[in-house]
């Protein structure tokens, strides 16, 4: 067991790590670190470990798909250059990428001497999606040319769990304050697409919903999509049982693509989500929401899944397209939370009860998945935020479960979108500014803290806070009550360690939530976080009253109830261990807030 701390000296503001193990002696936690990465290379290679545990100790014959990762490097692409610069840039080094992947693929297949490896691929960017026995599979896994090899096809559940009662989706509205975005700023989520990524056909008449492209017109309707669906917008009336009324949903206006394509193995059929992906961003998702999760790959490994690397990877390319996943409803079979993945945010299932307008009487459901993932230092924290989930009465049928709750983020921010379209480009500052105004963290019974396992993240959703914090970019140090920016960033950004950007947030004598989100590393790697970042928060003396320092997270979180003699507070990033090569997207988001409103 080893101890670490993150001290700053106050004079200089640099920050070291000091460790100590178990009888409080002091260690090289750096050394430690690079120590254990060398066993697990020598154990599984660039391996997921439970897949090559399992090929070892089952010594299965049976061939495989698996989604490989090549090691190939490319050019980071600077989203603020004018938007066809970067779509043509992203397009060019795209092609390259696959190209490259391909040609390499094949050619380490002929070195290795693989006879069972499929030369018909699947290529998405640096990725592979083939099929090899899995005796062959074990040499690949210290290939030089390999940085990750994982399951591509697993079982699948999807995240829905019942209730005795449910609720109306309009008097649920009003636990996440959709209403207001709805009622009072007209917003709809039009001009905005979101992908369902499933499979099969709609349990309904197509016209019931906002369907407005479809990948694949093969299999049976299938309900746990169709009310993925209805969350989004359907006309649906339960008392004629008929498509006659008026659009109703999270985001009524917005287009709906089904990501439907079914596997080529009928016992996998939701096996295709780098094929469901491709298509969706093809047809201009903007948002990409995933109401289930793999088993038992996401459920008993702590580490990354191969899903998880994947849009890892590709949330933070171009077209750039938010992407959401349920949690889990596993609670009680102490399963991982899903949604492990840097770049993208898993989500809870609130249990909400709207006989009160108060956010603050709700709590989490007892089944939503929590337990976080294995790292370095234990300090991340997921799923990052919770929704009510519990439970919608849609399509004249009901849907709960952190199922519901991913549809209902996943159609707040169509909303948020709509309202704030340069947000559309930036997945990070969608990220932040949830993180950030998601202001009943209650739920649990127990704030935010990076010290223990929290069940609802930073709290429930709070869209009318989310579109006030989206409405206003502050770029400057203007003092600001709620507000967000967001940017690229590099070693030259810092001086002695210190981000060289500051924002202020105006004091208004309420607490105050601040939210700092950035990107793992994807390039030539997995998918690990290069940098280390934390958040300060220093009023107008030049005294910090608030920090947020975990190690392992891609955001930093923090609120602070700040006094009178405070004055307004500066926001600041300082960075631990900056790698020279760094290039990230960032975003920073703060609120003033109100508890339970």
């Not at 906002?210 to 299999?219: H, R």
């Not at 929290?454 to 970019?473: F, I, Q, S």
């Not at 926001?571 to 609120?591: C, E, F, H, M, R």
Request: hydrophobic letters at 35%; one cysteine or more; glycine letters at 8%.
């Amino acid at each position: 067991m080893v101890k670490r701390y993150k001290i700053r000296d106050l004079e200089t503001g640099k920050s070291v790590i000091i460790a100590f193990d178990d009888r409080d002696r002091s260690v090289d936690l750096d050394l430690l670190l690079a120590q254990e990465d060398a066993r697990k290379y020598e154990l599984y290679g660039d391996m997921d470990p439970g897949m090559y545990r399992e090929i070892e100790e089952t010594q299965a014959s049976r061939m495989r798909r698996v989604l490989i990762k090549m090691d190939l490097p490319e050019e980071f692409i600077d989203k603020n250059l004018k938007p066809k610069l970067v779509e043509n840039q992203s397009l060019a080094q795209k092609q390259t990428l696959e190209q490259k992947a391909r040609e390499r693929y094949r050619s380490m297949v002929s070195s290795l001497g693989a006879q069972s490896a499929s030369q018909k691929v699947e290529v998405s960017g640096p990725f592979i999606v083939t099929e090899i026995s899995s005796e062959e599979l074990l040499s690949f896994a210290r290939a030089p040319e390999i940085v990750y090899i994982g399951p591509y096809d697993s079982n699948v559940i999807l995240d829905q769990v019942g209730y005795s009662e449910y609720t109306e989706m309009e008097d649920a509205f009003k636990v996440s304050r959709t209403n207001h975005l709805q009622n009072s700023y007209n917003l709809s989520g039009s001009g905005i697409r979101i992908a369902v990524t499933e499979f099969g056909q709609t349990s309904r008449e197509e016209e019931c919903y906002n369907v407005v492209a479809k990948q694949s017109y093969e299999g049976n309707p299938y309900h746990h999509m169709s009310l993925s669906l209805a969350m989004w917008g359907t006309t649906y009336q339960t008392q004629t049982s008929l498509c006659d009324g008026p659009m109703i949903g999270y985001a009524p206006g917005a287009g709906q693509l089904m990501a439907n394509k079914p596997s080529n193995d009928p016992e996998y059929p939701h096996g295709n989500y780098a094929v469901r992906y491709q298509w969706a961003k093809d047809n201009g998702a903007d948002i990409i929401s995933m109401s289930w999760h793999l088993e038992p790959d996401e459920e008993v490994n702590g580490t990354l899944s191969a899903r998880d690397i994947y849009f890892d990877y590709w949330s933070i390319r171009w077209p750039y397209p938010a992407v959401f996943t349920s949690a889990g409803n596993e609670a009680f079979e102490f399963a991982y939370a899903s949604g492990k993945g840097y770049n993208f945010l898993g989500v809870g299932n609130m249990a909400f009860d709207t006989s009160v307008d108060n956010r603050c009487d709700d709590q989490i459901y007892d089944e939503s998945s929590y337990y976080n993932p294995i790292s370095p230092y234990n300090d991340r924290e997921i799923p990052e935020i919770a929704a009510p989930g519990a439970r919608h009465a849609v399509c004249g049928d009901s849907f709960g479960g952190t199922s519901a709750a991913t549809a209902a983020v996943s159609g707040i921010s169509a909303l948020l979108l709509e309202g704030s379209s340069h947000l559309k480009n930036w997945p990070e500052a969608l990220r932040a500014v949830l993180i950030a105004t998601a202001n009943y963290q209650m739920g649990d019974w127990q704030n935010w803290s990076r010290y223990s396992d929290g069940r609802d993240g930073t709290g429930m959703v709070n869209a009318l806070y989310a579109h006030l914090t989206a409405k206003k970019r502050e770029t400057g140090t203007a003092a600001q009550y709620r507000a967000h920016d967001y940017g690229s960033m590099s070693v030259d950004d810092f001086d002695q360690g210190t981000y060289e950007k500051t924002w202020t947030a105006r004091n208004n004598n309420a607490p105050i939530r601040v939210a700092l989100t950035w990107n793992s590393k994807t390039t030539q790697t997995s998918s690990v976080l290069d940098v280390d970042l934390d958040l300060w928060l220093v009023n107008s003396s030049g005294t910090i009253v608030a920090t947020s320092t975990s190690f392992d997270g891609s955001y930093e979180f923090l609120e602070y109830m700040p006094s009178a003699g405070d004055g307004n507070l500066t926001i600041k990033i300082k960075g631990y261990n900056i790698p020279q090569d760094l290039s990230t997207y960032y975003s920073v988001a703060w609120t003033t807030h109100y508890d339970c409103y």
